[in-house]
T-cell receptor
Framework: TQLLEQSPQFLSIQEGENLTVYCNSSSVFSSLQWYRQEPGEGPVLLVTVVTGGEVKKLKRLTFQFGDARKDSSLHITAAQTGDTGLYLCAGAGVSSGSRLTFGEGTQLTVNP | NAGVMQNPRHLVRRRGQEARLRCSPMKGHSHVYWYRQLPEEGLKFMVYLQKENIIDESGMPKERFSAEFPKEGPSILRIQQVVRGDSAAYFC???????????????FGEGSWLTVV
C-alpha cells in the first residue's frame, strides 16, 4: 500500500512570511500533483510534477519533485491571506495506474 | 473545477435507504473517477470507469456500493442500505485520456455531501 505523509498537518502564519509544506513517501510515484481545497468544494489542481528533480513555479508558489520521485515540497513566498486553505498532495503510483493516493493535507491559515 | 458536474450537492438519507450520486464529466472526457473523503481524512480512491466499463474498483467497499458509467448519461455511484459510516463527501473527477497522470490534468467536481441520519 502506498502512503503519502504530509507535514505539517496544521500551519498558522502571519501574512508576509514564507512557508514550506512537505509530502513524503517510501514509494516511487510516476507523477505527483498538488491541489488546494476550500471548505465545501472539490480539490483544484495547482500543478503536476513528473520528472525527478523537477521544479515548477506558479507565481509565489514553488513546487519541487524529489530526485527519487518519492517526495515533494510546496514553498510559498510572502504568504497572503488568500492563500489560506487545505493543500493536498497526491501521487500516481508506478504500478497503480489511474489511482491517486492522497496525503491527508496541510491546513494553512494566513493571518492578517 | 469547471465542467465536472455533480448532483446532488447535498443529500440526506435515513439509515437503510439508497443514495444515488451523479457525475457528468467535462466535455470530451471519457474517464471518470470516484473518491470519498471521510470527515477529518484525506481523499480515498474508490473506482475508475470508462464508458460502459469498470476499469479499477479496488477502492470500492465489497458490499452495498456500485458504480456505472453508461454509454449515455452521467456516471452514477450507488450506495444501498446506507449506514452512518457512509456519511462523507463523494468527489467525482474526469480526465480526457488513458494516462491522465503523465502531466495531463484531472479535474474534480465540487462534490456530493452525503449525510446519513
Amino acid at each position: 500500500t502506498q502512503l503519502l505523509e504530509q507535514s505539517p498537518q496544521f500551519l498558522s502564519i502571519q501574512e508576509g512570511e514564507n512557508l514550506t509544506v512537505y509530502c513524503n513517501s517510501s514509494s516511487v510515484f510516476s507523477s505527483l500533483q498538488w491541489y488546494r481545497q476550500e471548505p465545501g468544494e472539490g480539490p483544484v489542481l495547482l500543478v503536476t510534477v513528473v520528472t525527478g528533480g523537477e521544479v515548477k513555479k506558479l507565481k509565489r508558489l514553488t513546487f519541487q519533485f524529489g530526485d527519487a520521485r518519492k517526495d515533494s515540497s510546496l514553498h510559498i513566498t510572502a504568504a497572503q491571506t488568500g492563500d489560506t486553505g487545505l493543500y493536498l498532495c497526491a501521487g500516481a503510483g508506478v504500478s497503480s495506474g489511474s489511482r491517486l493516493t492522497f496525503g491527508e493535507g496541510t491546513q494553512l491559515t494566513v493571518n492578517p | 473545477n469547471a465542467g465536472v458536474m455533480q448532483n446532488p450537492r447535498h443529500l440526506v438519507r435515513r439509515r437503510g435507504q439508497e443514495a444515488r450520486l451523479r457525475c457528468s464529466p467535462m466535455k470530451g472526457h471519457s474517464h471518470v473517477y470516484w473518491y470519498r473523503q471521510l470527515p477529518e481524512e484525506g481523499l480515498k480512491f474508490m473506482v475508475y470507469l470508462q464508458k460502459e466499463n469498470i476499469i479499477d474498483e479496488s477502492g470500492m467497499p465489497k458490499e452495498r456500493f456500485s458504480a456505472e458509467f453508461p454509454k449515455e448519461g452521467p456516471s452514477i455511484l450507488r450506495i444501498q442500505q446506507v449506514v452512518r459510516g457512509d456519511s462523507a463527501a463523494y468527489f467525482c473527477a474526469s480526465s480526457p485520456n488513458l494516462q491522465p497522470f503523465s502531466g495531463n490534468t484531472i479535474y474534480f467536481g465540487e462534490g456530493s455531501w452525503l449525510t446519513v441520519v
